[in-house]
T-cell receptor
């Protein structure tokens, strides 16, 4: 069974701090997604990774396929970054249209 | 920017009633998904749809659920006889390719409340 574990579950930080959210998964995957969910509930895709590192603005995502681990970093955090950050993976089951398996999310609060 | 749209944003229904949740995926996408999120819990996969048929479904997606792409643009999720435990946020998503190696675009969700 594919498990996706995120840490920490909750994180409160001061504006400007460097933030790291971790994700570990248990099975082989074809890709890993980092998603952002705001209080209204909508989900926005931040990154899709299958290897290495990606950067978009102040967000950086890395993945280590051998260790089955990914991290999401936020540099110079800002209160508008406050949201739930969710890690989700596509398993390597060969189905081609399998759905994502989600972690429970990390609830991030950035205080001014 | 293309987006996935879902209607309604919030639906309240009585237990035992049928509900249809509607989604308009991004127009050139081929893979469509429904997910649900019970309040306070993680998002769970329900079903994937490709080439006008179900590709994969989870244990949650029992006989009470069905999906349809009636007219080439809409993608619907029907719950035949709603139960209290069906109360959740339901998300539609679409992608240009399967296998996870492409970005998934999510709708804003439909909050279903069964009373």
């Amino acid at each position: 069974k594919n498990e996706v574990e995120q840490s920490p579950q909750n994180l409160t930080a001061q504006e400007g701090e460097f933030i790291t959210i971790n994700c570990s998964y248990s099975v082989g995957i074809s890709a890993l997604h980092w998603l952002q969910q705001h209080p209204g509930g909508g989900i926005v895709s931040l990154f899709m990774l299958s290897s290495g590192k990606k950067k978009h603005g102040r967000l950086i995502a890395t993945i280590n396929i051998q260790e089955k681990h990914s991290s999401l970093h936020i540099t110079a955090s800002h209160p508008r970054d406050s949201a739930v950050y969710i890690c989700a993976v596509f398993p390597n089951s060969g189905g081609g249209a399998d759905g994502l398996t989600f972690g429970k999310g990390t609830h991030l609060i950035i205080q001014p | 920017e293309p987006e996935v749209t879902q209607t309604p944003s919030h639906q309240v229904t009585q237990m035992g009633q049928e509900v249809i949740l509607r989604c308009v995926p991004i127009s050139n996408h081929l893979y469509f998904y429904w997910y649900r999120q019970i309040l306070g819990q993680k998002v769970e996969f329900l079903v994937s749809f490709y080439n006008n048929e179900i590709s994969e479904k989870s244990e949650i997606f029992d006989d009470q659920f069905s999906v349809e792409r009636p007219d080439g643009s809409n993608f619907t999720l029907k719950i035949r006889s709603t139960k209290l435990e069906d109360s959740a946020m339901y998300f539609c998503a679409s992608s240009g390719q399967g296998g996870g190696n492409t970005e998934a675009f999510f709708g804003q969700g439909t909050r279903l409340t069964v009373v």
